[in-house]
């Protein structure tokens, strides 16, 4: 079987019908021919590798069209399974832009989003005209919807209603018997994977997503890789280096993944993640404290004001305009994803607490979850539970999870014992999965023997710990990191001096000297003046409405 998304790569603006974007899946559920064992207790891992004949998968033909404003769009075939390279194969959906001299261009530059769900064709797309001039001069920019993610074959487990019924039941203020719900709403959620995208899920895993970016590569008829991944993006570029050591360029990996514990120790890979994101709120609310002038939430407690306000939303819910609700779940969610752009939304942040208290809906933080985000969260629950190796003994995930709950109370118990929804939310589905998981790579993490590879981590990241980037860059053969000393997710783009480091080992493979550290982030305004700088109260439009569009820091 062929699994195909025709004209889905030459997609004008990225913002199809979500009719459009459902389409292959639904051809994949019809056309599956092939049924696929369920292991009963533990999951069915194989190591993917071509097929005993040594037959090798046949590089994609890209026949390329115009898809608007100087992009070009195609669809590439790659195998749906690597241990069978001539069997069916998965459309994925790709895009670039040229540079403007191609006698001058040193290559194709590979553009990585985070997530997992993230697309890569609306990442180029969105953000091409913000990277460095540099950059664009030297590269054809490239990007693609990685297996089972917008166009290339979207996984679909829980369609919007039943998503927007579970996180319309979740509370800011979990009660003291949340756990055993979330434990079986969870499983109502692996069995509507198995359900509705079971013939594709084994296929999803990061293993594969690395052997279909060397296809790609040779498509582009590129000798090398040269790659720039953020958040999850790392964890990609990580697995690509570690499988293709000698075709590695240049990879920048940008608020990195310690990829030991991420695939094979899990838990260890949780909590951190829970500590650093509720470690970021923490910080946030101090400065609030004091500089109330400028933050204007909490009169001068907001630590309690903000513990006040989730217990008032839950009780009292606010309707919206959409015919929805927020309660203090949604105020949650909400500063999950914004809290990433670092001090520069602090401002705006503590004047949307104040507005969410006095319950206006103009405030980010009382907007219900959208339906371009299940496209998002769907995908980032099912990648993770086919890469990683969560222990199926249910007496340690209860220990975990509650756990977490404890040692992170501003953020964590909601996070914890909510529906599967992102990262911190992936233990109680994972745990129970039982889909086949023949597309996770679980090591080595070395790259021995690979081109320097640079590992990015911010010292204040709430998504992805700074140790876990210390973590990587030991774990390379030839890792070299750069340090951001700053609140938020990632330096590309947030930062001068990191965004020019990036660059200049991406263009001119200069790696920074040892112990580099860059310390430029944008600082909120003191109370005197009481103006935040320009662009911030704009912030929350970034992160706050469309979680599926993944948008590179913007200078300031």
């Known amino acids: ?45 194989m190591a993917a590798q071509p097929d005993e004949t040594g037959t090798q998968p046949a590089v994609p033909s890209l026949a390329w069209s115009d898809c608007q404003d100087g992009f070009e769009c195609a669809n590439a075939d790659v195998p749906l399974d690597y241990r069978d390279p001539q069997g069916r194969t998965i459309t994925l959906a790709v895009i670039r832009k040229k540079a403007p001299d191609q006698a001058k261009k040193k290559g194709t530059l590979f553009l990585q989003p985070g997530g997992p769900g993230n697309s890569g064709v609306d ?35 829980w369609d919007d209603p039943t998503y927007t019924q579970a996180i319309t039941a979740a509370k800011g203020v979990p009660g003291p018997d949340a756990y055993e719900p979330a434990v079986r709403q969870a499983a109502e959620f692996d069995q509507a994977c198995q359900d509705n995208a079971g013939d594709l899920l084994p296929y999803v895993g990061t293993e594969y997503v690395a052997r279909d970016i060397d296809l790609l590569r040779q498509a582009l008829g590129e000798n090398q890789l040269t790659y720039y991944g953020r958040s999850f993006g790392s964890y990609i570029g990580t697995v690509y280096a570690a499988m293709f050591p000698d075709r590695v360029r240049a990879l920048a990996l940008d608020g990195a993944y310690d990829p030991e514990h991420y695939a094979n120790q899990p838990y260890a890979y949780d909590r951190p993640q829970y500590l650093a994101l509720d470690g970021a709120m923490s910080r946030f609310l101090d400065w609030c404290e004091a500089d109330q002038a400028t933050c204007g939430f909490g009169d001068g407690d907001p630590r309690a004001a903000f513990e006040q306000l989730k217990a008032d939303l839950d ?18 969610y909400r500063i999950l994803f914004n809290i990433n752009e670092g001090k520069v939304i602090w401002p705006s ?97 070395r790259a021995k023997g690979s081109a320097p590879i640079l590992v990015v981590g911010n010292t204040g990241d709430p998504d992805t710990p700074y140790q876990d980037a210390v973590a990587l860059s030991r774990e390379l053969d030839n890792g070299r990191l750069l340090t951001f000393k700053a609140e938020g997710h990632t330096a590309f783009g947030r930062s001068a001096c990191a965004t020019d480091a990036v660059t200049s080992y991406l263009v001119d493979l200069k790696v920074p000297a040892h112990g580099t550290t860059c310390a430029d982030e944008t600082q909120p305004p003191s109370s005197t003046p009481k103006v935040a700088p320009p662009g911030t109260t704009l912030d929350e439009l970034r992160n706050g409405v469309n979680e599926r569009f993944d948008r590179l820091g913007v200078l300031r």
């Open 1 to 45: 079987m062929t699994t195909r998304d025709h004209g889905s790569g030459r997609s004008g603006s990225g913002t199809g019908s979500r009719a459009r974007r459902r389409l292959p899946r639904l051809k994949i559920a019809l056309a599956a021919a092939v049924s696929f064992a369920v292991a009963g207790t533990a999951a069915q891992v």
């Open 123 to 157: 990442f180029v797309r969105g953000n091409y005209a913000d990277l460095p001039a540099s950059l664009r001069d030297s590269f054809d920019v490239f990007g693609y919807d990685v297996r089972g993610v917008g166009r290339s074959s979207q996984v679909q487990c």
């Open 315 to 332: 009780a009292n819910p606010v309707p919206t305009a959409n015919g929805g609700q927020a309660n203090g779940y949604t105020l949650v």
């Open 349 to 445: 942040l503590g004047e949307a607490l104040r507005k969410a208290q006095q319950r206006d809906t103009t405030s980010f933080l009382l907007r219900p979850p959208s339906a371009a985000s299940y496209d998002f969260l769907n995908p980032n629950v099912v990648v993770e539970c086919t890469d990683k190796a969560y222990p199926r003994d249910p007496a340690l995930l209860k220990r975990q999870v509650t756990t977490n709950a404890k040692l992170a109370p501003l953020l964590g118990p909601a996070l914890a014992y909510g529906p599967p929804l992102y990262d911190h939310q992936h233990a109680t589905a994972c745990a129970q999965w039982k889909g086949e998981q023949v597309s996770r790579y679980d090591g080595s993490f």
